[in-house]
């Protein structure tokens, strides 16, 4: 019993905290990543839009929320790969939560440009009628393609922070080999 209390009090509990630089390059390489690949979306949808259709933006519609879906995956996974290499984690479950709150970081980074943003167009006007059924149509799609792309972006940003934490163990237990020897 003696031998288990002297263990015991040699035990040291290490808490870490999240490594905030790391955090935010995840964030700036999400914004960095969606915002590129974004306009190139934009642009080609864009130009194959029929300009004189009755609803010349339902077309783009399906095509773009693909595109965002996709997107959003891959900026998360490689802004969640930067966040976990960066952060110097060892297990999963931190490398996790790394991912975790990039994403959150990045979606409330997200909605203040959204809403700063929203700020330029206050007072303007649609030139020429607006149908009401083809702006309810866009948002409905537009409603589940973010949703969509929001929850498999949160997934992706937790697999890609995770997936370099082995990368980083890895690294650093054969370091150790080499120096050891």
Known sequence: MAEISSQMEDLTIVTRRPNWGAIWAGVFTFFAIWFVFGALALGIFAHSANATAAAPVATMNIGLAIWGVVLMIIAMFVAGRVTGGMSGTLNSREG????????????????????????????????GTTHIGNV??????????????????????????SSARKILSRTVVEHEIRHAA
Not at 118 to 126: N, S
Request: charged share 0%; hydrophobic share 65%; net charge positive.
């Open 96 to 127: 996790m939560t790394h991912g975790m709150i990039m994403f959150g970081l990045s979606m409330a980074a997200g909605l203040v440009l959204f809403i700063a943003g929203g700020g330029a167009f206050v007072g303007t006007r649609v030139v």
């Open 136 to 161: 309810l149509g866009i948002l409905s799609y537009s409603g589940w393609a973010l949703f969509v792309a929001l929850f498999l972006g949160w997934l992706a940003a937790m697999a890609g922070a």
